[in-house]
């Protein structure tokens, strides 16, 4: 949210190659930081944006953020070119706008972003249900999150579809401990089907990740 300086994309290259011991990690090289700016070129203020998903598309980046609900911030999918600078956004559902009851939850909104290999078709999707939706994921308590289809060749409108959050497991260690689940990341095999990331925080317990292979074919496009 760039409390510890500008926000900022990582350019980072892996070497792949298996290592001959099999036990020394890939090497990691950070090959460059590239500092995001609002549309007339100044860096985001402190607290004033929460990036979360990145995808790299023709003529620039596409980054997904969530909702700072307490300052009145919104979640937004931007488009910034290869210098960083932000050139618009996304034009998003009505449902995901803040409101009393309404929109995305604080620090559970977009998070996975990733294009289909044709760039056809964009995947974006809600970490957790939206506040109409349903409740945020708990011990024992799934989510009904959504995943937008937008096309990217005809525009418009996106497709949404309900992706069920797990619930938290195993139970948090007290009534009052910190506990999460959520969709953190996504990616396009085809058209319809997506490898699912989720990732869950239990205080007390530690982390927890789940990757699913997930289907749209046949799903109800519930944006109405």
Do not use: C, W
Not at 4 to 26: H, M, S
Not at 162 to 184: D, Q
Not at 191 to 218: C, H, K, P, T
Request: no cysteine.
């Amino acid at each position: 949210r760039g409390q510890y300086g500008p926000v900022r994309l990582y350019r980072i290259r892996l070497d792949l190659a298996v290592p001959a011991d099999g036990e020394t990690p890939f090497p990691v090289t950070v090959e460059r930081a590239l500092p995001l700016a609002d549309a007339e070129g100044r860096p985001f203020a402190p607290n004033s944006i929460d990036t979360e998903g990145l995808a790299v598309v023709a003529g620039g980046f596409l980054v997904s953020t969530e909702p700072i609900v307490h300052r009145g911030v919104a979640a937004m999918i931007g488009e910034f070119g290869p210098d960083g600078r932000q050139k618009g956004q996304l034009r998003l559902p009505d449902s995901l706008l803040p409101g009393q009851g309404h929109g995305g939850r604080e620090n559970l909104g977009f998070e996975g972003l990733a294009p289909t290999s044709d760039g056809k078709h964009l995947y974006a999707a809600v970490e957790n249900a939206l506040e109409q939706d349903g409740p945020a994921a708990d011990a024992g308590v799934a989510s009904p999150s959504r995943i937008l289809r937008f096309d990217r060749e005809a525009g418009g409108r996106p497709e949404e579809f309900v992706y069920v959050v797990e619930p938290v497991t195993p139970a948090p260690p007290g009534a009052t401990a910190y506990r999460m689940n959520g969709l953190s990341d996504l990616l396009p095999l085809d058209e319809s089907r997506l490898l699912v990331l989720e990732r869950q925080f239990v205080d007390g317990v530690g982390n927890a990740v789940r990757v699913y292979e997930a289907s749209l074919a046949g799903a109800t496009d519930v944006s109405s």
